[in-house]
Nanobody
Framework: QVQLVESGGGLVQAGGSLRLSCAASGRIFSINHMGWYRQAPGKQRELVAAIIRGGSTNYADSVKGRFTISRESAKNTVYLQMNSLKPEDTAVYYC????????WGQGTQVTVSS
């Protein structure tokens, strides 16, 4: 059984940094997509950043230049380095992994105070 375990969320002041981690336990074959999504209160879940099999990355316009996604394939782990955080980055952040099946993490809260 595959589980995604997220960590690294918390409370930070505007301008600060956080690093999120998402580790997939269990056997996953042929990962095609690893990404981070977020959902703020009253808003739809949105893509923050993703990295696909070949290593290409994709970012939401709102985080370009501030966030960096990376992965450690041998550990089935994906990271999100978040710098220059803004109050509007406050949300629950979810990890998503897609192979033959789609998996979601339980979410980790990120709160940025002004």
């Amino acid at each position: 059984q595959v589980q995604l375990v997220e960590s690294g969320g918390g409370l930070v002041q505007a301008g600060g940094s956080l690093r999120l981690s998402c580790a997939a336990s269990g056997r996953i074959f042929s990962i095609n997509h690893m990404g981070w999504y977020r959902q703020a209160p009253g808003k739809q879940r949105e893509l923050v950043a993703a990295i696909i099999r070949g290593g290409s990355t994709n970012y939401a316009d709102s985080v370009k230049g501030r966030f960096t996604i990376s992965r450690e394939s041998a550990k089935n782990t994906v990271y999100l380095q978040m710098n220059s955080l803004k109050p509007e980055d406050t949300a629950v952040y979810y990890c998503r992994v897609v192979s033959v099946v789609e998996y979601w993490g339980q979410g980790t809260q990120v709160t940025v105070s002004s």
